[in-house]
């Protein structure tokens, strides 16, 4: 061994680089405070090992990334927490990054003769962020999808030269697959590359002037090994255990594949990004151009930061004074700013839900993904466009939520507002109104239990309270006024009529009866993963169709098609819509096409006909299998009931 050391020595002279490289002096003793730069240089090795590991699945295309980065954090062995560190250790790094610069300058190790050196640090902080900006981007999820489209967007306000860096940053006009190459391949190439070569310049610099001491008598010299290294492995060593706990226990998020054409509202820059975020929101801000906030705004702190040495050099201990000042004033704005977007975010009913959402999308993205059809050939993103789970509380909230509810909201778990004038209290006019936000009341049913047991139960037992809503609208109230009478009434409808024989119907004597037209209709409906009893079917069948009971009367003596297939054809009934198949897929689709056509309501109809050019083939379809529960199971709760009834 030892021969073999000293042919080696023999021919490279390992032996006094490391001796130079270990035994460095350390005057005043090894310190704590010394350690950043070494924790530095570890996450980035961390970054290289986990990054590497990552590229050996990742796929930089817009049809693949989301699926490769599912398969690394799902499937790959350790994948989850390889994926983890690289999250958690490049946060790490800005952090640990911001804590040397503050040392830097408190200390005045940014003086003469160390000038370079703290540019070459400005420099590499700057590679750092630039990192971690284009790392955001590469899962192709949601989230790093919006983000990133707000900075590439930011790109373009630069002075001179905006349109063609947006270009050059998004690879062409359009932000998309190039837009993720391109980013990869700094990613991955570029900017590491950069790192490596400027770190060598960066530490051989350091070496040269060796470290900064404050007070060289505080403890007898001592070299580099072995105090300071351990230190400095202690030091790492808890950056790794932090790491490691936050990417086991936390991991890092994945959020649903990304979509051009559904908006993101949650999205959000990374945490340190968001004293940014906030910045540009100011209203002063936001009026000073697009160009002020996100790039003269940090182009003037740069400089300031940059010119640091000079400030100090040029006026000496009160520069220096300046220099801190600027540093810890940044440090306070930042937290204040950061605190303020992160507080305000929590207060907004409308971000909260959207990140609800948000996790919803994940969460189920994740489950078709891996559940038995895993993900289609032509990729994530119409796996979830082709989801009814997904997409019906979006189609709900964009064409029904005007006029119905679900389980009181709008789909998708707020509930549906309206601007209100306040009248004034002493009546004064001449002044502005005011308008104020109040929950609106829905003007047709609430369709959150369609169909189901409770649904049907209502109908029959009490029509008017069941179909209340409607009072509420607008024709209703004029019809109302000007004593029209033709029109679809709750309270006075031949329906209401003969559910308004309620205490017969609620009474013990029709309970198994009423049970049993329940079961019946539920069977008709036959929305997906409902059990009926066949029994109780075949007995509600007979009340309804042949009024086989103690009343003698039958649904189907205004209802003519009850009990039979459905079909598109008009049949006159006695001004009764049909229930041939009433509440299932077929029979809703033909609902919301042609809710006017004389086997619906006809001429009472006040429901807008949604035809193909108002909601797509496709977009009913979605909306008809939400509405039936004809999708692949799910593990994902419901948004809550905001209608304050009890469960079914
Ligand atoms: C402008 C208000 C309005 C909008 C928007 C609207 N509806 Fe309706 N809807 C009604 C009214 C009013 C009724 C009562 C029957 C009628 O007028 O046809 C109704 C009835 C229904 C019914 C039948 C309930 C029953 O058993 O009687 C269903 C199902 C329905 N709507 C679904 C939808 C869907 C799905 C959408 C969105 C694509 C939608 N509606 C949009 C007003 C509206
Ligand atoms: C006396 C005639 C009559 C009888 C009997 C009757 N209905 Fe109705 N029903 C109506 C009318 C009329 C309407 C439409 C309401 C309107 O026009 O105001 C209606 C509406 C309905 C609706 C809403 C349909 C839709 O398209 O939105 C359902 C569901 C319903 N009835 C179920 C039943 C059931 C179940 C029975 C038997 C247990 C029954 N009805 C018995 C007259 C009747």
Not at 100 to 109: F, K, N, P, R, S
Not at 374 to 385: F, L, Q, S, V
Not at 454 to 474: E, G, P, Q, T
Not at 549 to 560: I, N, P, V, Y
Request: charged share 20%; proline share 6%; hydrophobic share 45%.
């Amino acid at each position: 061994m030892k021969t073999l050391l000293n042919w080696l020595d023999d021919r490279t002279g390992f032996r006094s680089l490391m001796h130079e490289a270990l035994y460095e002096r350390v005057p005043g003793g090894a310190r704590w405070r010394y350690v950043w730069g070494s924790t530095l240089v570890f996450t980035f090795v961390l970054q290289v090992i986990t990054g590497f590991m990552m590229w050996t699945a990742y796929s930089p295309n817009t049809r693949g990334a989301w699926e490769s980065v599912h398969y690394i954090q799902h499937d790959m062995l350790f994948g989850g927490v390889i994926r983890g560190m690289h999250h958690y250790a490049a946060q790490a790094m800005v952090v640990l990054m911001g804590i040397h610069l503050i040392q830097v300058v408190i200390d005045g190790a940014y003086r003469a003769p160390r000038e370079i050196n703290f540019w070459l640090g400005v420099v590499l902080m700057t590679i750092v962020l630039g990192l971690s900006l284009t790392g955001y981007l590469l899962p192709w999820d949601q989230k790093g999808y919006y983000a990133t489209r707000v900075t590439t967007s930011i790109i373009s306000a630069t002075p001179l030269i905006g349109p063609e860096a947006q270009l050059l940053a998004q690879g062409g006009p359009r932000y998309g697959h190039l837009t993720l190459t391109r980013f990869f391949a700094m990613h991955a190439g570029l900017l590491p590359a950069l790192l490596t070569g400027f770190l060598v310049l960066h530490i051989w610099c350091f070496r040269r002037h060796g470290l900064t001491v404050r007070d060289p008598d505080a403890a007898p010299e001592t070299t580099f090994w072995p105090d300071q290294v351990l230190r400095d492995a202690v030091a790492c060593l808890g950056v790794l255990a932090v790491v490691l706990l936050f990417a086991v226990f936390r991991g890092a998020e994945l959020s649903a594949p990304a979509d051009p054409v559904v908006r993101f509202d949650a999205a959000r820059p990374e945490w340190y990004f968001l004293f940014l975020f906030r910045f540009l929101r100011f209203h002063a801000v936001e009026s000073m151009g697009p160009a002020f906030g996100p790039i003269i705004v940090p182009g003037i702190l740069m400089t300031i930061l940059i010119l640091m040495p000079l400030t100090a050099g040029q006026f000496g201990r009160p520069g220096h004074r300046l220099n801190q000042a600027f540093v810890w004033g940044m440090v306070a704005v930042m937290a204040v700013l950061t605190g303020m977007a992160w507080l305000e975010d929590r207060a907004d009913p409308a971000h909260q839900a959207a990140l609800a959402e948000a996790e919803r999308d994940a969460h189920r993205a994740h489950e078709l993904a891996s559940g038995p059809h895993r993900i289609p050939p032509d990729g994530a993103m119409e796996m979830m466009r082709r989801d009814p789970f997904t997409q019906g509380p979006r189609l709900f909230d964009r064409h029904c939520k005007a006029c119905h509810r679900w389980n009181g909201h709008n789909g998708r778990g707020l509930p549906v507002m309206e601007r209100r004038e306040v009248l004034s209290e002493n009546g004064t006019s001449g002044q502005p109104p005011e308008y104020r936000s109040v929950i609106a009341a829905p003007t047709a049913a609430d369709l959150g239990r369609f169909a189901s047991r409770a649904w049907m139960r209502s109908v029959i037992l009490d029509y008017s309270a069941h179909f209340a809503a409607l009072k509420n609208a607008a024709w209703y109230r004029s019809a109302a006024d000007s004593g029209e009478e033709d029109i679809l009434d709750p309270d006075t409808s031949s329906m209401a009529d003969w559910s308004g024989d309620a205490e017969r119907l609620r009474s013990e004597d029709c309970r198994d009866e009423v049970d049993a037209i329940v079961e019946f209709l539920v069977q008709e409906a036959g929305h997906r993963g409902v059990r009926t009893d066949p029994v109780l079917v075949e007995r509600g069948r007979a009340i309804a169709v042949d009024g086989d009971w103690d009343l003698g009367t039958a649904c189907a003596d205004c209802h003519s098609t009850v009990g039979q297939p459905f079909s598109a054809s008009d049949v006159e009934a006695d001004g009764a819509p049909t229930l041939a198949k009433y509440g299932s897929q077929e029979w809703l689709r033909d609902f919301i096409r042609h809710p006017d056509a004389a086997r619906h309501y006809g001429d009472r109809n006040r429901m807008p006909a949604y035809g193909p050019e108002k909601l797509s083939d496709r977009d009913l379809d979605l909306l008809v299998r939400w509405m039936t529960g004809d999708y692949p199971e799910t593990q994902v709760p419901d948004y809550p009931d905001l209608t304050g009834r009890d469960s079914d």
